[in-house]
């Protein structure tokens, strides 16, 4: 039982490493006219959106839809990233767990 309870607490501890490395990892997810950027990090914050400085963009309904796209693609390359690290830590192939 002690073994169960060591290899839990082994587990416990890998997942708050996860949390904070996936906390600390960053990247960026472009529009694919490249006009909008958004960086977010491994947690699902978004760190900054960045407009292209000399943006003569399209009206706003497609530029709303040009960064809800964008933080959605971000989004899910965050999961993307998760279900890795989560790999490493549980043995698992859990696509989506996060």
Same mark, same amino acid.
Do not use: W, Y
């Given at each position: 039982?002690?073994?169960?309870?060591? %290899?839990?607490?082994?587990?416990?501890?890998?997942?708050?490493?996860?949390?904070?490395?996936?906390?600390?990892?960053?990247?960026?997810?472009? #529009?694919?006219?490249?006009? =909008?950027?958004?960086?977010?990090?491994?947690?699902?914050?978004?760190?900054?959106?960045?407009?292209?400085?000399?943006?003569?963009?399209?009206?706003? #309904?497609? =530029?709303?839809?040009?960064?809800?796209?964008?933080?959605?693609? %971000?989004?899910?390359? #965050?999961?993307?990233? %998760? %279900?890795?690290?989560?790999?490493?830590?549980?043995?698992?192939?859990?696509?989506? =767990?996060?």
């Amino acid at each position: 039982m002690f073994d169960k309870m060591k %290899a839990l607490f082994e587990m416990q501890k890998k997942m708050q490493e996860l949390k904070r490395e996936l906390e600390n990892t960053t990247f960026e997810i472009e #529009s694919p006219d490249k006009s =909008l950027r958004v960086i977010m990090n491994g947690s699902q914050e978004i760190q900054e959106i960045k407009i292209q400085k000399n943006f003569e963009g399209p009206p706003n #309904s497609e =530029l709303e839809t040009a960064l809800k796209d964008t933080c959605n693609r %971000a989004i899910k390359r #965050s999961h993307d990233i %998760a %279900a890795e690290k989560m790999k490493t830590v549980t043995g698992l192939n859990l696509p989506g =767990l996060m």
